[in-house]
């Protein structure tokens, strides 16, 4: 008895491992399926800044987490441009954290969210209104439901944005659909601040950028798979 629940513990402890070393990785099935990682754990390889051809030294890694200085770093984006895709990614965030994930997102404009629309990263706690919590099409098209899971553990998103169509998942649930070239988004951009810079959400293509919005936030096992 004692033998196998050591054997048992070992097992257990060998998973633990191998579950750690697998973060910020592709399997074989996922390298088959056309995914890419944006992100390996160790480096800012493959991100620039909005304007600037390397990320600023505020965005660091550290126990394969890629975070930005609250204070000081200005967002960073992907070299890569993207059309149709799928993303996932992992983050988490502070007490009343916020911050971001924009998709084609072009140079025009002063922000990166001047042109990409966002998928919304935020502590629900800090009361934002219902078009701007976790999951949220930011500003435009609320999560049907709260998904995230408590204050300082990870979450898991999903953005596919195929044919103009987009679906954000939080934690295993769909809760924000959209159709970009739609009559009822045109209306909701221009019931918004997004009126105000003709480049929101006219391209259809652009890089992929994370938000620092002055507020801790980690991410990891960044993941895209092309569309066609």
Excluded: C
């Excluded at 990409?116 to 502590?123: A, C, L, R, S, T």
């Amino acid at each position: 008895m004692k033998t196998a629940m050591a054997a048992l513990a070992l097992a257990a402890a060998l998973f633990g491992q191998a579950a750690s070393a697998a973060e910020n990785t592709l399997t074989a099935a996922e390298r088959a399926a056309g995914w890419k990682l944006l992100f390996d754990g160790r480096s800012t390889e493959g991100w620039r800044g909005f304007k600037t051809i390397a990320p600023d030294d505020g965005w660091t890694v550290k126990d394969g987490l890629l975070g930005p200085d609250p204070k000081r770093s200005q967002d960073i984006m992907t070299k890569e441009q993207f059309g149709d895709f799928e993303l996932v990614f992992d983050w988490k965030l502070g007490p009343k954290g916020n911050s971001g994930v924009m998709f084609h997102v072009t140079q025009a404009g002063e922000q990166t969210y001047q042109s990409g629309p966002e998928y919304q990263v935020v502590d629900n706690a800090r009361g934002e209104p219902i078009v701007e919590q976790a999951g949220a099409l930011y500003g435009l098209y609320a999560p049907s439901t709260d998904a995230t899971r408590p204050v300082g553990e990870f979450n898991h998103s999903r953005l596919v944005i195929r044919g103009g169509k987009g679906e954000h998942w939080l934690n295993g649930v769909k809760v924000v659909e959209y159709d970009l070239n739609s009559a009822e988004f045109k209306a909701k951009v221009a019931a918004t601040k997004f009126r105000a810079w003709p480049q929101f959400a006219a391209s259809p293509t652009g890089h992929i950028a994370l938000q620092n919005h002055g507020d801790p936030v980690f991410y990891r096992n960044i993941k895209i798979r092309p569309l066609k």
